[in-house]
């Protein structure tokens, strides 16, 4: 079994909508029933980021988001799948359950 | 010793992709599959000489590629445990579907759509062709080490991302034969013109390989029309192979081939999956519409007994599908039979195929058939420079030295 992260794309700055929720629950609800979920979680804007930086001495606080760009991560599940072709059926789900553009990558192997 | 050079040679033909797509299998790991059997021909070159050949080489150099693979693991006891749990999982294949072929296996593993797909056709030349990284370079007109890293990377990509050896779902077949079929006509054309200096100008194993495998996936999907559409297609193509270079290794062009040398086995076979795809009704798709363009030239007892027009036809319907411009450039080619070279030359001039030999070589012919002789001499050593198939060169070099001097 191998990891996979499902980062939910979003350009639009828009919170889910109410059918949007519901239909991300049923997902989640089939992803838990077949044992395929792992973690998920909605992030709240960007603009409530803050980059640290402890690598030398006191560390740094620099209020927003490390990456200025018009599409930001807005939400993520991590899923376990065989290989790639179930994450990616899993993928294309999730992406049309949360309506939104998706990006699988796979977690380093150890 | 030359002919244990020439049995090596076809053992590399005959046997790479099996010996790969075995060891793939056994291994779990397409790379590690690749390095040993390659490691594994080398042992050949220098074993055979001496040992004489084995009476069943295939079987041979798969041994010898595991032997090798597991004296690697062995050595490497840091990543033992993992390698362990890869060669324990061959011995229980997961079930299959209607067809276990472990080519087939690879040809879809190689072209996996979460791959690019250049990263596609490269791999699955490497994999199932055994084309070396220099002819696969050549191949698409990129550098050698520009094409080294695109293999690297996606076999990387499938070893990280997990992409499976296997053969898809019934239901995701359709889209993912779409992408294995680009390929293999890829592969079949890089048999049918080989690129190389010194090389055969048709490698036949290659073409025969990509029949094979386009068989395979037609047995698998016998309703799929561009399945039916490609092996027609192949078929149609490799029935005029012997007609196509002289005995004197010069390319042969269409129009002045010998047609009674023509395959008449592989020209009913092909012939009789076009009509098939004509009856079902379907609209075709772009395999099978340059299937039935073959149809047209092969159905044709001499050149001059062309349709012509019902070669325009199809390619319009070709361009409709597919405007670009190598599509365009072809039907130009069936334009300047029916209107004459002039309207064809201006329908090829402007179109950006600079770096494609063929366009050249298009616009030296029409440039001759219009007595444009020193138009014609630079557009054919344009073509000459790009051409990197042998019998193409010797028969670019020959038209344009019969050029009217200036």
């Known amino acids: ?110 | 010793m030359t002919d244990v050079g020439e049995v090596i040679a076809r053992a590399h033909r005959e046997e790479w992709a099996w010996v790969v797509a075995t060891l793939a299998r056994r291994l779990g790991d397409l790379d590690i599959a690749e390095e040993m059997a390659a490691e594994a021909f080398a042992a050949a070159v220098e074993r055979w000489p001496v040992d004489g050949v084995p009476p069943s080489p295939g079987a041979w150099l798969t041994t010898t590629a595991r032997r090798k693979a597991i004296d690697r693991v062995r050595r490497e006891a840091r990543r033992e445990e993992k390698h362990k749990e890869a060669l324990m999982l061959s011995d229980a294949p997961e079930p299959l579907g209607a067809i276990d072929d472990d080519r087939l296996r690879l040809v879809f593993t190689c072209c996996h759509p979460a791959l690019a797909m250049e990263a596609r056709v490269a791999l699955t030349l490497r994999m199932v062709g055994g084309l070396t990284v220099p002819e696969i370079a050549r191949a698409f007109l990129v550098q050698e080490t520009a094409m080294g890293r695109r293999i690297t990377r996606a076999k990387e990509k499938i070893k990280a991302a997990k992409i499976p050896y296997r053969v898809p779902s019934h239901e995701e077949l359709p889209a993912r034969v779409t992408g294995v079929l680009a390929v293999l006509y890829l592969i079949f054309n890089e048999g049918y013109l080989a690129s190389g200096p010194g090389k055969e100008s048709v490698r036949s194993d290659l073409t025969a390989e990509a029949i094979r495998l386009t068989r395979l996936v037609r047995d698998l999907m016998p309703a799929d029309g561009e399945v039916a559409g490609l092996l027609a297609l192949m078929l149609l193509t490799e029935a005029r192979r012997a007609a196509r270079v002289s005995a004197s290794g010069e390319l042969v062009a269409l129009g002045e081939q010998d047609r009674g040398a023509w395959d008449r086995e592989l020209i009913a076979e092909g012939h009789a999956l076009v009509r098939a795809r004509l009856a079902s009704g379907q609209a075709p798709g772009r395999y099978q519409i340059l299937a039935a363009v073959n149809a047209v030239h092969t159905d044709a007892r001499d050149v001059r007994d062309t349709d012509w027009s019902q070669v325009i036809a199809l390619y319009d319907q070709l361009v409709r599908l597919d405007p670009s411009p190598i599509v365009r450039l072809n039907r130009a080619i069936a334009v300047a039979e029916l209107d004459g070279p002039e309207v064809a030359l201006a329908e090829v001039d402007g179109l950006p195929l600079e770096g494609y030999h063929a366009f050249h070589a298009t616009r030296a012919d029409l440039l001759r058939r219009l007595g444009r002789s020193e138009e014609s001499r630079s557009a054919y050593d344009r073509a000459i420079g790009l051409a990197g198939n042998t019998a193409e060169t010797a028969y670019l070099i020959r038209r344009r030295d019969q050029l009217a001097d200036p």
């Open chain 1, 1 to 110: 079994m191998a990891q996979y992260l499902i980062s939910v794309l979003d350009d639009t700055g828009d919170l889910a909508t109410a059918e949007e929720e519901i239909a991300i629950d049923v997902f989640n609800e089939q992803l838990r029933a077949e044992g395929q979920w792992v973690f998920a979680g909605g992030l709240a804007s960007p603009d409530t980021a803050t980059v640290i930086d402890g690598r030398d001495g006191e560390a740094v606080f620099t209020d927003g988001p490390y990456l200025e760009s018009k599409e930001h991560i807005v939400g993520f599940w991590i899923i376990e799948a065989p290989h790639l072709d179930v994450a990616l059926r899993l993928a294309a789900l999730g992406s049309k359950h949360c309506n939104r553009r998706v990006e699988l990558r796979p977690f380093l192997g150890e």
